[in-house]
């Protein structure tokens, strides 16, 4: 076997997680494949894959490896190409959070699948942010600031953190004007760290001295259930509750006090030696996103 099919198949294994899989992407079988990656790691003397309970990950050697050989790889394939256009084709793995993936990601992917019948898409929707390199992941969806610069950033839009009760509750207890009023309201709160935190812009900062917040969740369409059904004043972002706030079975509070909107991008693994369906798919995806009411900053 040469070096670059060596390469080849080591990049197949840590971007499907899976030795079946990669096999079956690659159409050989899986002892070859195991095979192959037994005869890299004897030959650079390190283990470049570990075996996790849920899929295969790269060692930090391996991730070293897998960003050198993808781009080793792709210049191949690029150099190969000659005239003709790159196919777009392969699998996408793609990541977002879950109200937002199934609403406005989702639907974009079933459109792109449409107009390339040679890609395949898993999408991943985790309000946790997945390691791109770990998971296989082609494409991310994030809301914020960017923390790793080694990843490459496409920005579509804007969110913001807003309150919200219902009408039902506000009457019942009033509309609190300024953030230290809701220390006399009930906080429906999420169960991260930081999450009976509520910051605040302007002359008002950090969180209410005293939320009284019964009701904890870590999902946001039951925080939602539970802001509808008027159990107490929530925080959200924008997204998450803009077809509330429409049809009126929601109010936002405390509009002044929003903090600075937050970013939304998307994130892939660098700029240079992506595969073409990657570009593709962002280049199809930017737009569409970029036109949602529910990006804007305001």
């Known amino acids: 076997m040469d070096r670059l099919d060596e390469f080849s198949i080591f990049v197949r294994i840590v971007e499907e997680g899976s030795l079946v899989r990669a096999a079956q992407r690659l159409r050989r079988s899986p002892p070859a494949v195991t095979r192959a990656l037994a005869a890299l790691e004897d030959r650079l003397g390190v283990r470049l894959v570990d075996r996790t ?121 009033g509309t609190p004007q300024t953030p230290a009023d809701l220390a006399q309201h009930e906080a429906l709160l999420g169960t991260s760290r930081g999450a009976r935190e509520w910051g605040f812009a302007g002359a008002r900062r950090g969180a209410p001295l005293h939320l009284a917040g019964r009701l904890r969740v870590d999902d946001v369409e039951t925080r939602l259930r539970a802001a509808r059904e008027g159990r107490g004043i929530a925080q959200f972002l924008s997204y998450q509750i803009a077809d509330d706030l429409a049809a009126g079975r929601l109010v936002r509070l405390l509009r002044d006090y929003e903090p600075p909107p937050l970013p939304v991008q998307l994130l892939t693994k660098g700029r240079v030696h992506r595969a073409p369906k990657i570009d593709a798919f962002l280049d199809f995806v930017v737009r569409r996103l970029a036109s949602l009411s529910v990006l804007a900053s305001d």
């Open 53 to 173: 309970t849920r899929r295969l990950a790269p060692t930090e050697a391996g991730r070293t490896l897998y960003e050198r050989a993808r781009a080793v790889v792709a210049d191949y394939e690029a150099a190969t190409a000659g005239i003709r256009e790159a196919p777009v084709r392969g699998l996408l793995r793609i990541t977002a959070p879950v109200q937002f993936g199934r609403y406005h990601v989702a639907p974009i992917a079933t459109r792109f699948l449409d107009a390339h019948k040679d890609v395949e898409i898993e999408l991943l929707l985790n309000d946790r942010n997945i390691d791109l390199i770990e998971e296989g992941i082609d494409i991310a969806v994030r809301i914020g600031a960017l923390a790793d610069s080694s990843l490459s950033a496409r920005p579509v839009g804007h969110v913001r953190r807003q309150w919200a009760a219902s009408p039902a509750y506000l009457a019942r207890h």
